[in-house]
């Protein structure tokens, strides 16, 4: 492909050769950068022989779903939304350190029973390389139904996926990394339904004064926002720092504070760490 270097273009033929190996494919998509990589090389060595299956339960915006759904639509890509009830699991609701281990569980158990469904042989997750530095609970579902890693197993890391996708063309190639809202909870907390919405339109909100890279964290009735270090001032200028208080305590959280040390991926597994339950 135009535009990549050796070591990119072998891990892409290793990708497509490993794909057209597994003949049918159903791919768990959540519209992300990882997963809509995924799926546009599946679609393009296996066409109709895969499927994208995305999730659209309530730690899900629904600007996710509608964005997946635009992608698989210009494409012409086969999709199924597949609705779970993760608050069905206590450990999910108590936010357990493993609560995405149930979560997944649920997805892709739901998803393996889709793919049966429309006579897919395979399914696959979105992981890369990269993933494996973290704690990351829910690969251990992957584990146990034999999900699929194709981006692990042909070596591709994040930066490399940014890369071959902009050379594709593809959208999402600069999309900000997202993870489901129940990420946004100290683990312990308990999880609702309502505290989900919270979260939710509070991002929302940020997402439409141009914060694309942002998360807010709940602590009890504390919102704390995240945003990359070079996004802070213009945060905290008069007029949007006022309109994101009063917005946020319209919402429902009762003090609104602003981490310092800027946006950070999986910032909540520092609570596990410190309180030595890894």
């Known amino acids: 492909m135009e535009g990549l270097n050796t ?5 892409l033929d290793r990708l497509k050769s490993h794909l057209k190996e597994l003949n049918s494919l159903a791919v768990g998509f959540s519209g992300g950068v990882d997963s809509s990589f995924l799926l546009a090389v599946a679609h393009e060595v296996l066409g109709d022989r895969a499927l994208a299956v995305t999730s659209a339960d309530v730690s899900v915006p629904e600007r996710e779903v509608r964005e997946a759904k635009a992608f698989c639509e210009e494409r012409g890509i086969r999709q199924r939304i597949c609705r779970i009830d993760p608050m069905k699991e206590e450990a999910y609701r108590n936010n357990a350190p493993d609560r995405c281990y149930y979560c997944k569980r649920l997805i892709f158990s ?3 029973r889709i793919a049966e469904e429309n006579g897919i042989s395979h399914v696959a997750e979105g992981s890369n390389m990269d993933d494996l530095g973290d704690y990351r609970p829910g690969l251990r579902a992957v584990a146990e139904l034999s999900i699929e ?45 309502e ?17 694309y890279e942002e998360r807010v964290r709940m ?3 504390l919102a704390r926002i995240e945003v990359p270090p070079a996004d802070i001032p213009r945060l905290v200028t008069g007029d949007l720092r006022e309109a994101i208080y009063q917005r946020f305590r319209e919402i429902g959280f009762l003090f609104v504070a602003l981490d310092l040390h800027g946006y950070q991926t999986g910032s909540m597994n520092a609570t596990i760490r410190q309180t030595g339950k890894e």
């Open 219 to 221: 602590h009890g009735n």
């Open 149 to 193: 890693s194709p981006l692990r197993t042909a070596g591709l890391t994040k930066t490399d996926i940014r890369l071959i996708s902009k050379a594709m063309g593809l959208p999402t190639w600069s999309k900000p990394a997202y993870a489901c809202l129940a990420s946004r909870f100290v683990y312990g907390e308990q999880i609702t339904e």
């Open 195 to 211: 505290k989900l919405r919270m979260i939710d339109q509070a991002e929302q909100f940020l997402i439409e004064h141009g914060f």
């Open 7 to 11: 070591e990119l273009q072998e891990k």
């Open 110 to 112: 739901e998803i393996k």
